[in-house]
């Protein structure tokens, strides 16, 4: 996977935004936008050609498991690898985002180890 | 002066064969006026823990948001700052690493070692200005900490104002005889985000604990 691919990051705190983005630099993507929640970040989809999801799950307006559903039940977005970036930990939401269709979940606090190798671990599989 | 009056009235020296009924109103009276006593009571700590205290708090937490998130941004801003110029530093070094050794080794030709040693004193100019910001940036994200000393004072108050509260509750729970309520988050409440789990906190609900049981749950679903 190219190092131009286009990230859209999700989150109500524009610290932990700020984190992500750097830490995605840190792995060669340079090309990052933000949004701070689902409503916010929908039209952002559908109007760009983002290549990758980053997305918290309690945020105002629209959370990020109704942002999933909408990315997965629309045409031009159902492909779109979806990487929840969470402190919901309950085992029922791991399982409802798993039948939504994440891609990858990595739990709050997290390193960035640990989303480099879900990155990775994504695109790897979409390669195969 | 209120308890007082109701124990004079519980002892005062009645003869029951001279006054049944009267014993009876009386012992009435003393329970009636126990409990609006008890409800006055617990009415004037809502009062104030409402109108006052509840809202005090509020804005109390607003200014920890406020100055948690403030110092998060000055930390990044100074990160942000600071990792090019280390970035700088270590390019720099590395990229003098190959003539340097050809230099060592005598190997090097002589407009190759005038490259070198211009290269080397502009280094070592910008090495040392790097690093002296790199430094002060630092010291800047060590002050940037200094929210936690006001912060936490704030919550401890807030905590023990929590614990008031509470009381106050349990109190009138106790006045409306409710007990036994389902803490389970609701359906829609998971599907919102119940927010990050807490040491100590009953979730309502079964909890993974690490990066690991995920990978593993998701890994049980076929992921």
């Known amino acids: ?128 | 002066m209120s308890e007082n009056a109701l124990r004079a009235v519980d002892r005062l020296p009645i003869d029951p064969t001279n006054g049944p009924q009267l014993l009876e109103q009386l012992q009435d009276l003393t329970l009636n006026l126990r409990s609006a006593l008890d409800r006055f009571r617990l009415d004037s700590r809502l009062t104030r823990l409402a109108e006052k205290e509840v809202p005090d708090a509020r804005e109390r937490l607003n200014h920890v948001l406020k100055l948690t998130d403030q110092a998060a941004h000055r930390t990044l801003d100074l990160v942000e700052k600071s990792c090019p110029q280390a970035d700088r530093i270590a390019k720099e070094a590395g990229s003098l690493n190959e003539p340097w050794s050809r230099f060592r080794a005598g190997t090097i030709s002589v407009a190759d070692y005038c490259d070198l040693i211009g290269r080397v004193d502009k280094f070592l100019v910008s090495a040392q200005v790097d690093s002296e910001s790199v430094r002060a940036n630092l010291n800047e994200v060590l002050m940037a900490q200094d929210f936690q000393d006001l912060t936490g004072q704030i919550i401890r108050g807030v905590v023990t104002l929590v614990t008031e509260v509470e009381v106050v509750l349990i109190d009138l729970a106790k006045l409306s005889g409710a007990s036994g309520i389902d803490m389970s988050p609701t359906a829609e409440e998971l599907a919102r985000g119940t927010g990050p789990v807490v040491p100590g906190v009953e979730q309502g609900a079964a909890t993974v604990n690490e990066q690991a049981d995920i990978d593993a749950l998701l890994s049980d679903l076929g992921m």
Do not use: C
């Open chain 1, 1 to 128: 996977m190219s190092k131009d691919m286009k990230f859209l990051v999700v989150d109500d705190y524009s610290t932990m935004r700020r984190i992500v983005k750097n830490l995605l630099h840190d792995l060669g993507y340079a090309n990052v936008t933000e949004a701070d929640d689902g409503k916010t970040a929908l039209p952002l989809l559908q109007n760009g050609s983002f290549d990758f999801l980053i997305t918290d799950w309690n945020m105002p307006g629209m959370p990020g498991l109704d942002l999933l559903k909408a990315v997965r039940a629309n045409d031009k977005l159902k492909k779109l690898p979806v990487l929840m970036l969470t402190a919901e930990a309950k085992r029922e939401q791991i399982v409802e985002a798993a039948q939504a269709g994440v891609s990858g979940y990595v739990i709050k606090p997290f390193t960035a180890v640990t989303l480099k190798e879900k990155i990775d671990k994504i695109l790897g599989t979409m390669a195969a």
